[in-house]
């Protein structure tokens, strides 16, 4: 998901905290598909919560402070 489709959906009605957990469930899945291959199953980082939050809430912010 990227920021524009966060933005999107943020001014469509969602709240931070439901396109947090999109974005989280939607990232990890992305890993897990790269982590699929023996060559790099060491690759990536699972995100938390708190941290797919943290990236929602940051692009709301650039994009409110560009308005």
């Given amino acids: 998901m990227n920021e524009k ?3 999107e959906k ?3 009605g969602l709240s931070k905290e439901q396109l ?3 974005y989280k469930r939607q990232y990890n899945q992305s890993i897990r598909i ?3 291959e023996v060559r790099n199953r060491h690759s990536g980082r699972f995100i938390t919560s708190y941290q797919a939050l ?3 809430e940051q692009t709301i ?3 409110l402070k560009r308005k």
């Fill in 54 to 56: 943290r990236y929602v």
């Fill in 20 to 22: 947090a957990k999109i």
């Fill in 61 to 63: 912010y650039r994009y």
């Fill in 5 to 7: 489709e966060i933005i």
């Fill in 34 to 36: 790269i982590r699929s």
């Fill in 10 to 12: 943020w001014t469509s």
